[in-house]
């Protein structure tokens, strides 16, 4: 590039009014250079885009009207069967079961402990540092390690939990070989992973309400109490529902632990929506059935994240 | 918030339970670790090491192939990084400060990428994978990560916070285009830089689930993905020092960075959710 054209200027005015003799191919040539600039700097991120983000997204609806089984490479257009089938699978909707637990189960208590962390965290104390970063390590763990981590926590008689659950008087517990404690035992990991994330989240909440709605609440004798139900939790509402929304979507995509821990047993007692996809496409090798189920998990997590988006903007309207 | 002194005691006693008990498994994973084979299997828990011992380490050593996970890792986290900031920086400059005809819609199309679970597009991936011959190789990997709708859109507003005056003044001084970008736009949008270098160093270390698809033997392997089989093979399920010490090995540099630069972690991370 020979001369400098300014990005969101008009091409044409420009070489209008400042060159004055050059031929007029030259100066075709800046206009047109001008107007693709913005598609060549936006070239490679669209290319690798379409090839890994959108066309697998289309491709997976279009593959989910076949029966495609990766063993006998030749593909039925079923129409909707695959679909059907999903319906007409008890397993199907002991998978989605799972999930809702798992998500009902997890959010509610990781919102709950990461929002009192939050506050206090918040409060200027000492220490603050080392309490940070003792909640918010786990955050930075590979799920695959914080799954070996626990699996010997939880393992029977020698791990950690019931040395100390037997000198409670609790029986002997094989928690991942139990059928209702095995998912209750995944959600305990996902909580102690996602809290400190949650909580830190919550605190660039916190740290943007203005402090004199607090002075005022004190001037009219409001107590801590009330100051958090009048003015906290109000103005924090936007960052509570949007990492609400968030930990749902983390709930749908769980896969790591699922596949370390329990392969999604005992009887498919955890079994999740991933896992699930991931049993069917690469384990059955019935790829038209696992691109459905896919589908429908992305359609779910479309309506989530859209959800997510909205709330993010108006937080932004807040701050 | 302010905080009277009689509030304080209540307020340490709560955060250093809450603390304890999200350190105490790591604590517990690292004693254990250190510990003879045997020691273990006792009914009555010991938290000190009888006799401590690195043995473990060196079984590590022995039983995977522990430092060619590390090279892949290293490889496809700081490659995919290399190719991010590229694709990222030229991406975000774009939509921050040029106007063009479908900007909106474009933007809104690359936002999809932060919308779907990474998981729901395994399937397909996996064909195209296959069909480009990329099946078990790192760069298969690092594949559908190598553009960033997170990092596009956290470079996009520090880009957009550079003002406009500025722009017109290196123009008149022959610093326009390219050059305006590489020399001024970019060394002003370096703390957007670490932010998602961090983020995006962290989630591709440890990420299991892609990797475990697209591998099919220890040639492009990654350390989490390496960790997991270990655990599945008869060595490693059955000797739990052994497999607390491959734990150890797989996160201690990771933690270590985090104890160091912490600060600096838990903002890019603040960031992330901002994000999306």
New interface residues.
Partial sequence: MNRVVQPNARPGVLAGATIVGVPDRLAMRRRVLAAVRPYLYILPTFFFLFIFTHYPILKTFYLSLFKWNLATPKREFVGLANYLQAWSTPLFWQVLQNNVVFAVGTIPISLALALALALLINQRIRGLAIYRAALFYPTLLPMAAAAMIWLWILTPSYGLVNFYGKALGLPDIHWLGHSRLALPALMLVGIWKRLGYYMVIFLAGLQVIPEHLYEAAILEGAGPWKRFWRVTFPLLSPTTFFVAIMAVIDSFQAIDQVYLMTQGGPGNNTNLFIFYIYQNAFRFFDMGYASAVSGILFLILLGLTVLAFRMLHRRVHYA | ???RPF??LP??A???L???V?????L??TL?AFKERNE??????QWLPAHPTLQNFWGVLDAMPFWRYYWNTLVVAFGLLGVQL???T??A???A????RG?DV?FI?????????P??????????IVNLGLLDTRLAIM?????S?FG?FLLRQTFKGIPRELE?AA?LD?C???RFLLYIAVPLAIPGYLAFALVSL?YH?????WP??ITETNKART???G??IF?QTAEGAAD?TM??A??LM??AV??AC??IF??R??NS??QS??G?
């Fill in positions: 918030m302010r905080s509030w304080r307020v340490h709560l955060l250093l809450a603390g304890l999200v350190v105490i498994p790591f517990w994973i254990t273990v299997f006792s009914l009555i828990p590229i694709t990222i030229l991406a400059y774009a939509f400060r040029m106007e063009f900007r474009l199309l690359l936002l999809v990428q932060l919308m779907i679970a998981q729901s597009t395994a399937i397909q991936n996996y064909v195209t594949a559908p990560y190598l553009a709708a596009t017109e123009a022959g326009g285009g390219l962290t270390w440890n990420e299991f689930f475990l698809v350390l989490t993905l960790l997991g655990a739990w497999l607390m491959a734990t797989v996160i990771p933690l985090f104890l912490q600060r972690f838990i991370f603040m959710g901002l999306g």
